[in-house]
């Protein structure tokens, strides 16, 4: 919007300073053509009077001489013609029968003034044709012309016409820069602010507000109806998520003691077949108890307000990976990682450890016993994995990939993925509620990074999170060995 304004704030101001300086580079040209014409309506009347006495005389060399030096200093063609428009002196010859000639011949015979051209521009390259009656006690006995060509009036012209453009371009650039650009700002500053906090929203960060004393009368009930809205929209997500919470917590408790209950019951059933259905029942209990644990951290991760900072990614990923090598050595499936030292990125404290915890599980469950490798790469802007553009903010990216050639998942199932309580149709008996990945992406967006799921060459699932870079810290963990 800014620079829509600011091409029609530019319009308007050069319409404006075109329309004045329109009458100054006419009367300029004018003045310059008056000085020019007067000059030669003077010459044209002193070789009419000169060519009276020669016309009465006969006696035309003293004319003839004159007229040859006027040609020679001014580049001007002269010509003095009886009554009968025969030509009588000519510095150079002149076809009289052009219109410009022709006309102004005859108003000099008719003992009419000459009739004074029109401006000449630059761009009109029209000779002056000058003529002036030669008389005797009143008879006219000729007349005499001037073609004169109008190059030095033009140049003289076309300066002044340069120097009021170059005005004109300056004054237009200082108006732009110095009045049209600050009062622009100032005008869109309300809207950048509605536009900056509208993004804020659209990211999650519920509590953002503008100023509802800025700006025009109708910005200002735009921010109003803006903060009312977003008011409106806190407050029923802190409803959900309490309410979620609640949910959870209090269902704790009740769920807790049916377990204990079912459990009791064991010592009065006889029959293996009821022994099977209490042990079925006491796992739906546990299967139960873990959603609402997800519940409950989903609903505290959406509520939390911590703020990101700078996390040493090398030293997670190593930590991490000692952490979960028993469990995968227990599995017999080998882990390997890539870590290069001093990598930093912005994050939300303990992110990038869910983060991790959840993937490597996930690639433990469902990776078919196949290796599984994590790697640490940095991307620069307009540059990752995919061949997209970066998004992020601090000029460069922090990729975290976790990576197994297993049987992976379909497009259909990728598209699916991270969803709340969605699993592969393939995985419903394996252990697990279904909100590891949607619980991970929520906390990851929350911190300003990325979570994407990928098919590998030739089968397999990558698993990226993906976080704005921040400065190396120091004391960096070293690069894990394979395990």
Sequence with gaps: MRRRLLVIVFVLVAGLIVALGGPLVRASAERVFQTSFIGRVEDTAWFADTAASALESGRTGRLEAAADRYDELYDSRVVVVDADRRVVVASRPVDLDTPPVRGALLLALADRPPEQPSVVWPWDDQAFVLAESVKRDGRVLGAAVIVSPTDRPRAAVAEHLTLVALGCLAALIVVVLAVAAPVVRWVLHPVEDLDRAAHEVALGRLKTRVSEREGAPELRRLANSFNVMADSMHASQEQQRAFVAQASHELRNPLTALRLRVENLEEFVDDQRGLSELHFAVEEADRFGEILDALLRMARAEASEAERGPVDVSAVVSRRVDAWRAAYARAGVRL????????????????????????????????????????????????????????????????????????????????????????????????????GLALTRTVVEAGGGELRLATTVPHGLAATVRLPAAPAPSGAVPTTDPA
């Design 336 to 435: 390997t990682a890539d870590v290069p030292d001093g990598v930093g990125a912005l994050c939300l404290p303990d992110c990038l450890d869910h983060a991790l915890d959840t993937l490597l599980d996930n690639a433990l469950k469902f990776g078919g016993g196949t290796p599984v490798d994590i790697s640490v790469t940095r991307v620069p802007d307009g540059d990752d994995a995919s061949g997209a553009r970066a998004e992020d903010r601090g000029g460069r990216t922090v990729e975290v990939t976790v990576r197994d050639t297993g049987p992976g998942l379909s497009a259909e199932e990728l598209a699916k993925a991270g969803g709340r309580f969605w699993r592969s149709p393939r995985h419903q008996n394996v252990p697990g509620t279904g909100f």
